[in-house]
């Protein structure tokens, strides 16, 4: 990509690919639930690797496939099975695996997909915090809802520098305190990153607040979710540095409980 050429940059939520009715797509359905989507750099979270719930699945390689991406990167926040109960999973190492890595066991994250070439990719740990998140599940045991407390899980950041324009993807904590601390982390972060910079993803912070506190400028305003209805944006791209934005999209996929975010960029 030459210094100054549009690219359209995007963010969805993936869900660990569960459809409207809240089943996992395979690996075929998956693919077509994006096989349309117009973007040339998504952001993706909530991402399986290798889960039994997803039939071993993956995800960042189907998606990078249906898309047609040259390139991408799958950085695990946590190996084993999310879950309730911390002793099914723990926290990963931040760390990158492209198409050339194996996955070697389950896990779970977030993945940079870019069908520009990609001159440096970089991670950065954003830890997690102690809040727990109410959920009303069925219990596996019995089949009936029941309120669960989710433990807070540990998040991460993937930097993809492309000529011209780097973009950073991510999933912030559902705490607000905890999401608040990891966004003046990221904003540290992103300060020696070769600029300007577009910051993509579930922020789980609503409206202008992530821009405010990213010290940025938001290229998208509209609200995300829930993607069947959705009253509130949590889902972001805003910039840092100079970037001229259009044609903002919100867009309902057959994936994902939020609405995926759309917007051609242009740098300088």
Avoid: I, K
């Avoid at 395979?26 to 693919?31: K, N, V």
């Avoid at 904590?173 to 608040?180: D, E, Q, W």
């Amino acid at each position: 990509m030459p210094d100054g050429a549009a690219l359209r940059v995007g963010t969805l939520n993936l869900a660990s690919g569960r459809g409207p009715d809240g089943r996992v797509l395979a690996p075929p359905a998956l693919a077509a639930a994006v096989a349309g989507f117009d973007v040339d750099v998504l952001a993706v979270q909530e991402v399986d690797a290798g889960q039994g719930r997803s039939g071993g699945t993956d995800q960042t390689a189907v998606l990078a496939g249906a898309l047609g991406a040259v390139d991408w990167r799958h950085a695990a926040t946590l190996d084993g099975t999310p879950s309730p109960f911390r002793g099914t999973w723990t926290a990963a190492e931040p760390a990158l695996r492209g198409p050339d890595g194996a996955v070697p066991g389950p896990a779970y994250g977030v993945a940079l997909l870019s069908r520009r070439p990609v001159r440096a990719w970089s991670v950065l740990g954003l830890g997690s915090g102690r809040a727990r998140l109410p959920l009303r599940a069925p219990d596996p045991a019995t089949g009936r809802p029941r309120l669960w407390w989710v433990p807070d899980e540990p998040r991460v950041a993937v930097a993809a520098c492309l000529d011209g324009l780097t973009v950073v993807a991510t999933h912030l904590s559902f705490s607000p305190p905890t999401a608040v601390r990891q966004l003046r982390r990221l904003r540290r972060w992103t300060g020696s990153l070769p600029g300007p910079v577009v910051v993509a993803g579930d922020l789980n912070l609503p409206g202008g607040v992530p821009a405010r506190l990213l010290g940025a400028t938001s290229l998208l305003r509209a609200a995300s979710f829930p993607a069947s209805d959705p009253r509130l944006q949590l889902d972001h791209l805003l910039a840092l540095g100079a970037v001229t934005a259009r044609d903002g999209t919100v867009e309902g996929l057959p994936v994902g409980d939020h609405r995926a975010l759309t917007v051609t960029v242009t740098p300088g």
